[in-house]
């Protein structure tokens, strides 16, 4: 019998060495580890194709932390700024100069050619309008909509 034991000896032992990691595996956590998703970018070009818009791209976001990179495209200075509310970008106004509560961040003095100017947040799921506040250049039509889903 004895015989028996030393010739079993090396199986189990190699058995038991297979089935450590499954064993350790089974004492972490139960909960499963949480994904962290890389941060978004978003390019913002004002100033073009014509002087007053503003062009995001893309459009849409998911919700989490979101980089904004603004250039000036244009032939004078603008800023950017980013708003969350349920308004529609045209429909912020009051004597041609936006209230900017809800204001998430914003980007001031981009002049023009110059190089670009980043903006990072946190997004919440929403409606977000993107904007600059200079004197007439929202009334010229320089908004749009961001929307983070």
Same mark, same amino acid.
């Given at each position: 019998?004895?015989?028996?034991?030393?010739?079993?000896?090396?199986? +189990?032992?190699?058995?038991?060495? &297979? =089935? %450590?990691?499954?064993?350790? *595996?089974?004492?972490?956590? $139960? #909960?499963?580890?949480?994904?962290?998703?890389?941060?978004?970018?978003?390019?913002?070009?004002?100033?073009?194709?014509?002087?007053?818009?503003?062009?995001?791209?893309?459009?849409?976001?998911?919700?989490?932390?979101?980089?904004?990179?603004?250039?000036?495209?244009?032939?004078?200075?603008?800023?950017? +700024?980013?708003?969350?509310?349920? &308004? =529609? %970008?045209?429909?912020?106004? *009051?004597?041609?100069?936006? $209230? #900017?509560?809800?204001?998430?961040?914003?980007?001031?003095?981009?002049?023009?050619?110059?190089?670009?100017?980043?903006?990072?947040?946190?997004?919440?799921?929403?409606?977000?309008?993107?904007?600059?506040?200079?004197?007439?250049?929202?009334?010229?039509?320089?908004?749009?909509?961001?929307?983070?889903?």
């Amino acid at each position: 019998m004895r015989t028996t034991y030393r010739r079993l000896l090396p199986i +189990v032992a190699a058995m038991a060495i &297979a =089935a %450590s990691p499954l064993v350790l *595996a089974a004492c972490g956590d $139960d #909960e499963p580890a949480a994904a962290t998703a890389p941060g978004q970018a978003v390019d913002v070009i004002l100033g073009s194709p014509s002087e007053f818009t503003i062009t995001p791209s893309p459009g849409s976001v998911a919700a989490g932390e979101v980089t904004i990179s603004a250039a000036n495209r244009g032939a004078f200075p603008h800023e950017m +700024v980013l708003i969350r509310t349920d &308004a =529609a %970008s045209g429909d912020l106004a *009051a004597n041609g100069e936006v $209230d #900017e509560t809800g204001l998430v961040g914003e980007l001031e003095d981009l002049e023009p050619g110059a190089a670009a100017k980043e903006l990072t947040a946190t997004l919440e799921t929403g409606h977000y309008v993107i904007l600059c506040n200079l004197p007439g250049h929202y009334a010229k039509g320089m908004h749009t909509d961001l929307t983070v889903e």
